[in-house]
């Protein structure tokens, strides 16, 4: 899949050692397709710029005053993709279970950062990209590294927020990187509906309705004008 031009990721960098952080600074300038939205040197102030921006890439080092690099990462509901910076060995085992794109030994070489975020690149292109329709019964969305198997009988309702989607499932709900235009091609109509420019709903699930209103597993979700017309149940 060929990088768009255009496209700009957003990233952090969370690092309490100035240098450090100004090499990376550095090295992320050089590089057109992403746009550092902050520096910051603690788990704090990092976990409120992921509340305030939508961030793709996060450059994280593991010895952070107060609260660690792993213990901080755990913690994230919905983590952007991340790259661990660190003059420590040991911890590369753990990073792996948190499912980290790539480990940059300190110091960090210029050639070596370029091929963590082709990495980081990669796994962005893929995400944007893949979703398999296995059979009538359940689909395939690729997010990362990991293939997430969604019964479609369990889908209550889709939602779109940005560039993502969350699928509000029974088992929870699931967050990926993909317009909501991409799923809904993959839907079988009969099962699922489009509602609005920002929720299909799975027809079984409806609750309750109104002319604007459809209430599904307790939510009651908008009826967008445009879609009026074309919604038959």
């Known amino acids: 899949m060929i990088h768009p031009v255009s496209k700009k990721?957003?990233?952090?960098?969370?690092?309490?050692?100035?240098?450090?952080?100004?090499?990376l600074e550095n090295f992320i300038s050089r590089d057109e397709d992403l746009h550092l939205v902050a520096k910051c040197s603690d788990a704090v102030y990092a976990g409120s710029l992921l509340n305030?921006?939508?961030?793709?890439?996060?450059?994280?080092?593991?010895?952070?005053?107060?609260v660690k690099g792993f213990d901080f990462l755990k913690?994230?509901?919905n983590p952007p993709l991340v790259?661990?910076?660190t003059a420590y060995h040991q911890y590369a085992v753990e990073g792996?279970?948190?499912?980290?794109?790539?480990?940059?030994?300190?110091?960090?070489?210029?050639?070596r950062?370029?091929?963590a975020v082709e990495k980081f690149k990669y796994l962005m292109n893929a995400e944007e990209a893949l979703l398999e329709a296995a059979d009538r019964e359940h689909i395939f969305i690729s997010s990362g590294k990991k293939q997430i198997?969604?019964?479609?009988?369990?889908?209550?309702?889709i939602e779109s927020l940005r560039e993502y989607i969350h699928i509000h499932t029974k088992a929870g709900t699931i967050t990926v990187k993909m317009p909501i235009s991409r799923i809904e091609e993959s839907l079988d109509p009969k099962m699922f509906i489009r509602i609005h420019k920002s929720y299909i709903i799975s027809k079984s699930k409806i609750e309750e309705r109104s002319a604007s209103i459809i209430q599904v597993n307790g939510k009651k979700l908008?009826?967008?004008?445009?879609?009026?017309?074309?919604?038959e149940f």
């Open 9 to 23: 990721y957003n990233c952090i960098i969370v690092e309490d050692e100035p240098i450090a952080a100004e090499i």
């Open 52 to 66: 305030r921006h939508e961030i793709d890439l996060m450059f994280l080092d593991l010895h952070l005053p107060v």
């Open 75 to 77: 913690k994230l509901k």
């Open 83 to 85: 790259i661990v910076t």
């Open 96 to 111: 792996y279970e948190l499912d980290i794109v790539d480990y940059l030994m300190k110091p960090i070489p210029y050639d």
């Open 113 to 115: 950062f370029t091929k």
């Open 149 to 157: 198997k969604i019964v479609l009988h369990d889908i209550f309702f």
């Open 222 to 231: 908008p009826i967008g004008r445009t879609y009026k017309p074309s919604i």
